[in-house]
C-alpha cells in the first residue's frame, strides 16, 4: 500500500496559480505512475494529469494542457500539480492517486479543495 497525502488547496481568483503537492510514504517502490484527478460539485471525478514514475512522461487532459503542469521529485517521493491560469470551472476537490497495479491507480489520497472565483 502506498499512502497520499495531498496539499495546497484554497481559495485564488480567476487568473490566478496554485500549486498542488502530493508525499507518497510506504511501499513507494512499487510506484508505476502517479496521476492527480478532481471531482467538481455535482459531477463526476475527471483524470487531470499523470505522470511515469521512473521515465517522466506525462499526459494531461485537453481542458487543462497548456495551464497544468505535473511533475515529481523521485527522492521526496513528491508529485507536484502546477496550475495557472486558473479558471472557475478549475474548481473541485483535487485528488492524488497512485497506480501500483500496472495501469489501475488503486491508492488514493483524501483530496484537497481548489476553488476559483471571480
Known amino acids: 500500500q502506498v499512502q497520499l497525502v495531498e496539499s495546497g488547496g484554497g481559495l485564488v481568483q480567476t487568473g490566478g496559480s496554485l500549486r498542488l503537492s502530493c508525499a507518497a510514504s510506504?511501499?513507494?517502490?512499487?510506484?508505476?505512475?502517479m496521476g492527480w484527478f478532481r471531482r467538481a460539485p455535482g459531477k463526476e471525478r475527471e483524470f487531470v494529469c499523470s505522470?511515469?514514475?521512473?521515465?517522466?512522461?506525462?499526459a494531461c487532459a485537453a481542458s487543462v494542457k497548456g495551464r497544468f503542469t505535473i511533475s515529481r521529485d523521485n527522492a521526496k517521493s513528491m508529485v507536484y500539480l502546477q496550475m495557472n491560469s486558473l479558471k472557475s470551472e478549475d474548481t473541485a476537490v483535487y485528488f492524488c492517486?497512485?497506480?501500483?497495479?500496472?495501469?489501475?491507480?488503486?491508492?488514493w489520497g483524501q483530496g484537497t479543495q481548489v476553488t476559483v472565483s471571480s
Open positions: 505522470i511515469d514514475w521512473r521515465i517522466s512522461d506525462t
Open positions: 510506504g511501499r513507494t517502490f512499487s510506484i508505476n505512475s
Open positions: 492517486a497512485a497506480d501500483t497495479a500496472m495501469g489501475a491507480f488503486n491508492n
